[in-house]
Nanobody
Framework: EVQLVESGGGLVQAGGSLTLSCAAS????????IGWFRQAPGTERQGVSC????????YNGHSVKGRFTISSDVGERTVYLQMNSLKPEDAAVYYC???????????????????WGQGTQVTVYW
């Protein structure tokens, strides 16, 4: 069984940086892709970034392209999301999840239902 645990969220001023971590266990070499999505109160889920387990290619949503970077360590036991130049509209609960990377600016990540962890809160203020 795959277990995902998010951490690293917090309170940060606009323009600042934050790095989120997703500790993963139970993954296999031929498993699904891993990515991040976020959801703010009253909004739809928004795919943020995805990293392919097939070739390591990364995919980013239009709203975070050039500011956020997804990466993983050896064996993908931990997946990271480095967030730079944070904006108030980035505030949300961030989740890592299993799924499939998609080459779409508007939605880079098809999420496998129920695959995400508890999430970690990111708050951005002016």
């Amino acid at each position: 069984e795959v277990q995902l645990v998010e951490s690293g969220g917090g309170l940060v001023q606009a323009g600042g940086s934050l790095t989120l971590s997703c500790a993963a266990s139970g993954l296999t070499w031929d498993g699904p892709d891993i990515g991040w999505f976020r959801q703010a109160p009253g909004t739809e889920r928004q795919g943020v970034s995805c990293i392919s387990r097939r070739d390591g290619r990364t995919y980013n949503g239009h709203s975070v392209k050039g500011r956020f970077t997804i990466s993983s360590d050896v064996g993908e036991r931990t997946v990271y999301l480095q967030m730079n130049s944070l904006k108030p509209e980035d505030a949300a609960v961030y989740y890592c999840a299993l799924g499939r990377c998609e080459d779409r600016d508007y939605d880079p990540f098809s999420i496998r239902p129920g695959s995400w962890g508890q999430g970690t809160q990111v708050t951005v203020y002016w």
